[in-house]
């Protein structure tokens, strides 16, 4: 084929893969939409689970103010952490640091349970679909297609992203209503930032982990159920991640394999942005004493891990593409 030809063939390629772009994204935007009942599931009761540790912090909280206004003989103006307060001015101050944590608590843990959607539906619906595609078929369809399995995925990722969206937003609007969580939004634009290039990276990992999925031929099912606890524990979806670094050792390595996860550093610098000035336990640079990630620095980290799924993606769907050619076994079913 000369240059001309294969040139003049690129517009059509690039609506061909548009077009299988919007297919894949139809059935997640407009299909899922179709049944009321499941806005309401995934969009309300997520609040039950985020109340439960809502309840918690409150009752950590009041525990903390009673000791803290409460006097004694031997402490006139309540305690102060381990020891007496000074006088009434250290009294307000610490009042006040126990009031904006337990807010910065709050506020990551509503936070967190509206991004606890865009994991799960990595998980099920973005590394799982191939798999589960291949089972019942269709896999061989995508394969002849003469488009690009990249297109494909992409379709599949900005449908879930979409549809996850207006339930995570949903969840966070009326966690912050009923929970009463102040808000200081510091930086608008840097959190559109955050919010979209962890989306990017969180869906080009499912993107790779659905080629992984096929690549491994193991129970996809399996996988993602193992996958999905220990993320939510190590992430942050429901506390500071930085608070792994009070652990030595053990937890220097929970948080090393905590910022390998997009959710982590995407959670940490939303929740910086929108209580800024909160102490509640950022995360620490290991190479630096004292010194913690800001929201630029994890916003650069986000998208190096954006680049990063997103090439390992694609290379794994060149591979999964030439072992469908030369061995044809990636169609077969329980392979």
């Known amino acids: 084929m000369s240059t001309a030809t294969a040139t003049s063939r690129i517009p059509h390629r690039v609506k061909l893969n548009l077009q299988a772009i919007v297919g894949r994204a139809y059935p997640r935007v407009i299909g899922a ?4 009942s499941w806005i309401f599931f995934e969009a309300i009761l997520p609040l039950l689970g985020i109340a439960a540790y809502v309840f918690i912090y409150k009752a950590l909280a009041t525990r903390a103010l009673g000791v803290i206004l409460t006097p004694t003989p031997s402490a006139p103006y309540g305690m102060c ?13 610490f009042q006040a640091n126990s009031i904006a944590n337990t807010n910065a608590l709050i506020a990551t843990v509503v936070l967190g ?6 994991w799960l539906n990595v998980l099920w619906s973005m590394a799982s679909q191939l798999y589960w595609e291949k089972e019942i078929g269709n896999l061989q369809l995508y394969m002849m297609a003469p488009m690009s399995r990249m297109a494909l995925l992409g379709g599949m990722a900005i449908g879930g992203m979409f549809m996850t969206s207006v339930r995570a937003i949903t969840t966070l609007v009326v966690g912050i209503l009923v929970f009463t969580v102040t808000l200081q939004l510091g930086n608008p634009l840097l959190l559109l930032g955050v919010f979209f290039v962890t ?3 969180l869906y080009g990992m499912g993107m ?16 993602s159920a193992l996958l999905e606890e220990p993320i939510f524990f190590s992430s942050g979806f ?16 929970m948080l090393a394999f905590a910022t390998a996860i997009p959710a982590t550093l995407g959670l940490d610098a939303m929740r910086q942005i929108i209580v800024p000035g909160s102490p509640s336990l950022p995360i620490p640079i290991p190479w630096s004493q004292g010194a913690y990630l800001t929201p630029d620095l994890e916003f650069g980290l986000l998208l190096v891990l954006a680049v990063m799924f997103l090439f390992l993606a694609r290379y794994t769907l060149a591979y999964l593409e030439k072992l469908a050619r030369r061995e044809g076994r990636l169609t077969s079913r329980h392979q």
């Open 113 to 118: 349970g509206a991004m606890v959607a865009f």
């Open 199 to 201: 989306l990017i990276a």
């Open 33 to 36: 939409n179709r049944e009321p």
């Open 81 to 93: 952490g381990p020891n007496p307060c000074v006088d009434a001015a250290q009294q307000a101050l």
């Open 238 to 253: 429901y506390f500071p991640v930085g608070g792994f670094a009070r652990f030595g050792t053990v937890g220097g390595a």
């Open 208 to 223: 790779m982990l659905a080629s992984l999925y096929l690549l491994w031929g193991r129970e996809a099912f399996n996988l």
